[in-house]
């Protein structure tokens, strides 16, 4: 059985419509059997908090099925080391999580973007922060990884070392802010048409998530 994260700030919003709309897909693809999805945020600032309600609308419009016992929370140790794929909705929740994931031994190797599995990016094999990843910076820390350019949710470690690719990703070591281009747009502090706007990118992302396990279960 494998276990997909998606994570974005606080999870009541991308995450949760990540996890709802991923489960929807693969239900549809018959590997729901085979897969769990889950959701988390790389804070604690909304626990306990239900589904944004605006999100829940553009979710049931679209006719999926809304659960009404989501729990948001940050992610947990065990969430982390249980998965096998760890989705972030933006770069600087992908800075976040990476520093959580070393906190506790995990493999960055299975930290990507969301938006590598919607054409805005290729796939990286190696995940974000791995050679070929979007994140890369071209450097290896002592244990011989990759180490993550930027680093933690401040940002304050290392930035990229290829200023094209800087100018490219704006706002990148912060994950409250979402407008760079391989960010899922935050549709908080919107209106409800940056919600059906997010949904539109979290669908096409969960498509091709789907097409990426298919050719992953061939290749087995």
């Known amino acids: 059985m494998k276990q997909i994260l998606v994570v974005c700030t606080g999870n009541i919003c991308r995450s949760p419509m990540g996890e709802i709309v991923l489960r929807d897909r693969l239900a549809a693809a018959s590997i729901n059997d085979a897969v769990t999805v889950a959701s988390a945020g790389v804070s604690d600032e909304e626990h306990g908090h239900g589904l944004d309600r605006r999100a829940a609308k553009v979710l049931k419009e679209a006719h999926y099925e809304v659960p ?13 080391l249980g998965s096998d794929l760890i989705l972030a909705m933006t770069v600087g929740h992908a800075r976040a999580l990476a520093s959580q994931m070393e ?3 995990d493999d960055l190797a299975k930290l990507h973007l969301w938006r590598e599995f919607d054409g805005t990016l290729p796939v990286a094999p190696e995940g974000v922060f791995g050679p070929g990843g979007a994140l890369y910076d071209g450097s ?12 933690g949710q401040e940002g304050s470690a290392r930035a990229f070392r290829d200023p094209a690719r800087q100018r490219q990703q704006s706002n990148w070591s912060n994950f409250y802010t979402s407008d760079g281009a391989f960010d899922v747009p935050d549709p908080w502090y919107g209106t409800l048409d940056d919600f059906y706007e997010t949904l539109a990118v979290v669908e096409a992302g969960a498509d091709g998530i789907v097409a990426f396990l ?3 279960k061939r290749e087995v």
Not at 68 to 80: D, G, K, M
């Open 214 to 216: 298919y050719a992953e």
């Open 103 to 105: 906190a506790v031994g």
């Open 140 to 151: 290896d820390g002592d244990d011989g990884n990759p180490e993550p350019a930027g680093g």
């Open 68 to 80: 009404q016992n989501h729990f948001a929370h940050r992610a947990t140790r065990e969430e982390l």
